[in-house]
């Protein structure tokens, strides 16, 4: 059984499009987050929901936004797509309350705006 | 400046080499400090886990803390073609929200 499981795995798009992708976790977490990792491995957090609770909005542009229907699901949905962002979209999940973070990951979904 | 530095590779070794990964970082406030192993198109899987100060092994691999100095690194020993990666350190606080290193690529030949 995959824990964080996302989908698609790959998303081609034209410029303009609008996308979604779709995370779930089997994990039994709490906390789940989108991270955005660029062409250079550079992996940078955008969003964490707690419990369906938004806890972390780091500064994306409002054509992106997190959906968590329940704790075990959070989506992305991305209006008016560009270039830029071409990247790979990770999904996430931890435990709070632990003290830590230790974070577990999806595969990612490679998005190229084409 | 970035809240955290990795020393940016790729680094190439031959197989049984001993491999040292390399973070600063220039928060105080961060407490637990994890690596992370990536494989080509996977997504990054907790490797080590360390809390405050000191050394923590697990078979081949050993992380270590040192908070005065804020440096973080991760030593593999005897490193094998299966070691081939990015490796990315991660700091948090409390607060629970992790910043990463930029990553280091090493490449094991056998």
Known sequence: DTAVSQTPKYLVTQMGNDKSIKCEQNLG???????????????????????????INETVPNRFSPK?????????HINSL???????????????????EKLFFG???????? | ???????????????????????????SAF?????????????????????SSGNKEDGRFTAQVDK?????????????PSDSATYLCAMSTNAGKSTFGDG???TVKP
């Open chain 1, 29 to 55: 977490h709490d906390t789940m987050y989108w991270y955005k990792q660029d062409s250079k491995k550079f992996l940078k957090i955008m969003f964490s929901y707690n419990n369906k609770e938004l806890i």
């Open chain 2, 1 to 27: 400046q970035k809240e955290v530095e990795q020393d940016p590779g790729p680094l190439s070794v031959p197989e049984g080499a001993i491999v040292s990964l390399n973070c600063t970082y220039s928060n």
């Open chain 1, 68 to 76: 968590s229907p329940d704790k075990a699901h959070l989506n992305l």
């Open chain 2, 68 to 80: 005065s100095s804020k440096y973080i690194s991760l030593f593999i020993r005897d490193s094998q």
């Open chain 2, 104 to 106: 280091t690529t090493l």
């Open chain 1, 107 to 114: 595969s990612g979904t490679q998005l190229s705006v084409l």
């Open chain 2, 31 to 51: 407490q637990y400090f994890m690596w992370y192993r990536q494989y080509s198109r996977k997504g990054p899987e907790l490797l080590m886990y360390t809390y």
């Open chain 1, 82 to 100: 560009e270039l830029g962002d071409s990247a790979v979209y990770f999904c996430a999940s931890s435990q709070t309350g632990t003290g830590d």
